[in-house]
């Protein structure tokens, strides 16, 4: 409230920020399921994408579900905090993820012998979170 005047301010957010924050959060809970999936039920995981499972995919799964549920964790935070250039530091990563997971999953459908099913669970998840942030950039560039 302003002393002098009496008037309530409101903190308006950009159309730009409030798509973002939503990104934010969708992207967080989707990382927190996948890493949880990951440690807890890697033979499902590995069973829904058909590939073999052995002792070193549980390692990795395990690993990769910490990283993951971490990444989580740090999105859902960003979307949720109140200052805006958390949210737009944050993204700054997710878009360079989303890009090189994307790529990564793409040169191993090319490059090997993988399906596009198998590597698509993660290449589409990295999909549509780079687009997600990407459009957030481009609105808030045309944003007054």
Known sequence: MNNETGAIRIKIESSSLKWLRKA???NGIGDILIGLTMMLFPQKLIALVNLTYGIEVLYLSGGWGIAALSFGIMRLYAGFHPNHEICWFTAIFGLLEG???????????FATELRFFQV???TLFAFFFL??????FLMRRKEP
């Not at 890009?99 to 459908?109: E, R």
């Not at 687009?131 to 957030?136: L, Q, S």
Request: hydrophobic share 70%; proline share 0%.
């Open 24 to 26: 934010l959060i969708v």
């Open 99 to 109: 890009a090189v997971l994307t790529a990564f999953g793409l040169f191993l459908w």
């Open 120 to 122: 698509s669970l993660s």
């Open 131 to 136: 687009i997600a942030y990407g459009t957030a």
